[in-house]
Structure formats: structure tokens, C-alpha cells
């Protein structure tokens, strides 16, 4: 009813003629003309508060929207001139709008405006759902279905508490190489475009590459024990995991996506080429060998583990960030300075596999055999080369935008 409440209170602004402002959560839901992620806390207990998940009324940039844009002043009042007074207490007041175009897009550049995000800074919410998040998997049982409901629906409860952390990684990746801008107009004094900050820049990366670990993938098995196929009168529909598995429950697939999501993100070539660019005008800034190093460095770290189950899903993404490597080197659509880079990554990890001859165990060693296929048959053609797609994740944004 609350998530009811404040969807109205949206609908109704744009019947009062408001736009989409996705910059409002970065400073306290400013408005309700945002997409609200639920604000899921951690109380004195340490148990799982939903007593915060949406605000109450309407926000302070709406209010300051409906002044300026409903204002009824006495005959005789330099109507312009009061207006510009009204934008100007907004700009003194630190709201920023920014709308759809801007928002939406995979690799868009905007630091702060996001759907379905929350808080000040990305990245720090991003390990504050993903705490919430291992929280909830911790104490997921049985429970989270009514009695008598299909075994099978669990799965169905599962995926938003799995991918509770989906949007904030696509809110923390336009950090990476993120410019700042607003729509200045001459005069307003507002900032036209600022590379964002370099260490904010490095702690979006780190809390991406939180993401990729093993152990933040890996689902209890006492959780998959509980999930049978779907039963007789129900079937896998697009809110559930993509599987290869046929029936049954595929907590490999669920990862990968999972894995595929922070990826495309990440290395979304406009991104990327925007790294390169910022990189040439001050080299000190992170750049683009040093952010792949960064991705494969941690994959490699994570080969130390001796549970099958991590070992398995590290194979998965490593799988899935050779793959994501070898699009961007092969893609003539790009900016060629990312291939280039791709490459050279490639090249090194040539190297190390060479070095590695044939491992004892049967499963490592086929993922090495497979790797190094991937890039001969690469460097045969890759024109004719296709790199694998990953699953899908469920579809997610409660409102369809006809995308
Ligand atoms: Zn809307």
C-alpha cells in the first residue's frame, strides 16, 4: 500500500505536468517523480526493517516545481524576472533534475541519476544492499511462502532478494568514467560538464568487482534443496532465472546473469571510450589497463578456493569476462583505443594460460582448454567469430516504459 501510495502520488505529478527527475534519490527523495527503490534497513536487531521502503507525502523538489510552475502573481508582476528568482533559489538549494534521456541509457554518464537507486553514493549503497541482501539469503526458508503455496514458487520470491542489488550496480557503474552536468543554460552559473571525482571513480569499481565474487554469487545449499521444478498448471515464466538446466532450478545460470549484468554495465563501450578520453586528459585518472587488470586480477585471486561449488562459478566468470573482452576487441563500432586495449588484455592472458600447461583437475582444465579455444578461434577470423550470450536476468522494473 505504501509502494501504491507513493505510485499515485507520481501519476498524479505528471498529470500536474511534472517530468521524470531520476537525480531526486541522491538527495533524500527529493521527489516522488523518481523511481523509488524501497528503502530496506537493518534494525537495532540487526533484523530487516521495511518500516523505511517508501517515503510519505510528496518530496521538496516537487513543491518547488509546482511554485515555479503554478505561481498566480499580481497584476502587474515582472512574471519573468520572479521566475528566474524561483530557478535560482532551486540551484541555491542543490536540486538537480535530470530526466529520462539521460537516465536510462546503459551508457549513460550521468554520476547521479538513476532508476530504482537510493541514497547519497553509489557505491556505498551498493554494499549496504549487498549486506541487506545476504542478510535476507541467510534467513530464507520455507516461510517465504504461504502454506499450502507451490514449493516451486519459491523461486519466484528468491529472484528479487538474489538481484536485490541489480540497479544500484547499474547506478554504480555510471560512476565509472561519470561526468557531472546539468542542463546549464547561459547565465544560470551552473556547471556545464566535470569529470568525476578519481577515487570515487576506483571505490565504484571495487564495489563492482564485490559482485563477481564466488562467494557473494554462491546460493546456500540449503536454499536450493527447497526449489523443485514448477508444478503441473505453471510454468518458468519471464520473471524467473534463465536456466540450462531444463526443470530444475539452475543456481549456476542465476549467477551468470547476475555476472552478465555487472559486466555489460561495466564494460558498456560508450563507457569505456569515455575512460580513454578522460584518461588522455589526465593520465594520474584511472584508465582502462588498469581497470581490466583490476577485473582479471580478482578473477584470478578467487582460483585459490577449494569448495567445487566456488571453483565453478569463478570458471563462470571468468568465462563471462572473456567473452565481454573479446566483444569489445572485435567490435569495429567502437572506439578503437577500448579494442586496442581488449587486445593487449587478451594477449596477456595468452600468456598466463601457456603457463599454466594442463592442471590436475579435469574441471580446470577443460575451462583452460575452453579459454584458449576462445581466442584461437578469435584470432583465426573474428569476423566469424561469435562470443557465447549469457542468460538473461528475469525482467525486473515493475513499470514497462516501451523500451
Ligand atoms: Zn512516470
Known sequence: MARLRQLSAHEVGHTLGLAHNFAASVKDRASVMDYPHPLITLDNNGNIDFSKAYAVGIGDWDKRSIIFGYQDFPDGTDEAGELKKIIDE???????????????????????????????SAPEELRRIM???????????????????????????????????????????????????????????????QMID?????????????????GFLAIPERIIALIPPQPSGYRRDRELFKVYTGLTFDPLAAAESSVEHTLDMLLNPQRLARLVEQNARSNKRLGLAELLDALFLAV??????????????????????????????????????????????LSKLDLILASFGAPADANQSAHYAYLREQLRTFRADPSVYKVPAGPAMPDGAPIGCGE
Do not use: C
Request: cysteine-free; glycine content about 8%; charged content about 20%.
Open 90 to 120: 532551486n540551484l541555491k538549494m542543490g536540486f538537480q533534475y535530470i530526466t529520462d534521456e539521460d537516465s536510462r541509457a546503459p551508457g549513460g554518464a550521468h554520476p547521479y541519476s538513476h532508476l530504482w537507486d537510493e541514497g547519497k
Open 131 to 193: 549486506r541487506i541482501r545476504q542478510k535476507a539469503l541467510a534467513g530464507f526458508s520455507e516461510k517465504n511462502i504461504p502454506m499450502g503455496a507451490p514449493m516451486g514458487t519459491l523461486e519466484s520470491v528468491l529472484v528479487p532478494v538474489y538481484l536485490a542489488h541489480r540497479y544500484q550496480v547499474e547506478a554504480t557503474a555510471k560512476m565509472v568514467a561519470g561526468v557531472n552536468y546539468t542542463y546549464a543554460t547561459r547565465g544560470d552559473g551552473q556547471a556545464t560538464n
Open 198 to 214: 578519481d577515487a570515487a571513480q576506483r571505490d565504484a569499481l571495487n564495489a563492482l568487482i564485490a559482485t563477481l565474487k564466488p
Open 300 to 345: 584470478q585471486k578467487d582460483r585459490a578456493s577449494t569448495n567445487p561449488y566456488l571453483m565453478e562459478l569463478n570458471r563462470m566468470t571468468e568465462k563471462s569476462l572473456v567473452h565481454h573482452v573479446l566483444n569489445l576487441a572485435g567490435d569495429k563500432e567502437i572506439n578503437q583505443q577500448v579494442a586496442a586495449h581488449a587486445l593487449l588484455r
